[in-house]
């Protein structure tokens, strides 16, 4: 029996890649009824939600941003009808934490946004799906977002962060709190807490994280090092997961609740988006 689809897309996603690509759900959903939504900045998703009927499945296409937006806009009630992912974005970690590789799946997104850690940070309160970057990844986020009103090429944040690492980025001290228990840092160069396992387009910050556990926990990455190019040399090895072998320089805690504090204000990134002059956040999951 064919079903009908609406399919949601964020035509700025992939740097503009999206209003072309999305078109391969024909070829995927062939033999359905295929409706095409571009989703302008104030789209209402709970508004949409509810109008949809029964016998109606939704396809929501876009990055990880596009993902964080729909889950702090909708409520587990509004998740009662079939709800997919299809990812087009330029990073698409939530994808690759799901299914290992880089390939685009279709995927039941329901099951995977029901119980979901939520971060503070500067009054705000929201969801994240992948992880919280704080520290040098933030600065990335912060100097790309500069060099995106410039310019219409893509960001390169590798390029950014061997560049902040070799002579820009300046490091801090950390305390760190997981369920209670106080950890104290000095040269922490970022303080990240995950529920995936993977971030900024591919780096796979916490190996061992995993969201698909009954009893869910968050872990932190504490990456320290004093200089400059040893630093570097063992952050490169973080898009393999490697890093974490060098066990002096980058710590992962596990736990429900997490506060870190830093002893001067940096930038923040959650699921990508910045914020700024952060002194401090905390993240839980129940």
Not at 89 to 109: A, M, P, V, W, Y
Not at 204 to 228: C, H, N, T
Request: include cysteine.
């Amino acid at each position: 029996m064919n079903a009908k689809y609406s399919i949601l897309y964020n035509p700025l996603s992939g740097n503009k890649t999206a209003k072309k690509e999305v078109y391969q759900l024909d070829e995927i959903l062939s033999g359905n009824y295929l409706t095409y939504i571009e989703m302008t900045e104030d789209f209402d998703y709970k508004k949409f939600l509810k109008s949809v009927t029964n016998d109606e499945r939704v396809v929501l296409c876009g990055g990880d941003g596009t993902l964080n937006k729909f889950i702090n806009e909708v409520d587990e009630e509004d998740l009662d009808k079939p709800t997919y992912y299809f990812p087009l974005g330029s990073g698409n970690d939530f994808n690759r934490d799901i299914f290992g590789n880089t390939e685009k799946h279709l995927l039941k997104l329901n099951d995977y946004i029901r119980t979901l850690p939520v971060v503070s940070v500067k009054g705000i309160r929201q969801k994240f799906i992948n992880g919280i970057g704080y520290g040098i990844d933030g600065y990335c986020c912060e100097v790309g977002d500069e060099l995106r009103k410039t310019t219409t090429k893509p960001i390169n944040y590798t390029a950014i962060a061997v560049k902040g690492a070799l002579l820009k980025y300046k490091k801090t001290n950390a305390k760190v709190t997981v369920d209670g228990k106080e950890y104290n840092y000095k040269n922490v160069w970022l303080a990240a807490t995950m529920f995936g396992r993977f971030y900024g387009g591919g780096m796979m910050a916490a190996p061992s994280q995993d969201r698909k556990k009954e009893d869910k926990e968050l872990s932190v990455l504490i990456f320290r090092g004093r200089g400059r190019i040893r630093p570097l040399i063992i952050f490169s090895k973080i898009f393999t997961g490697e890093h974490i072998k060098n066990k002096k320089n980058c710590i992962v805690l596990t736990g429900k609740q997490i506060l870190v504090e830093f002893d001067q204000p940096r930038a923040l990134q959650i699921d990508g988006e910045t914020v700024k002059d952060v002194y401090s956040y905390s993240a839980k999951i129940d």
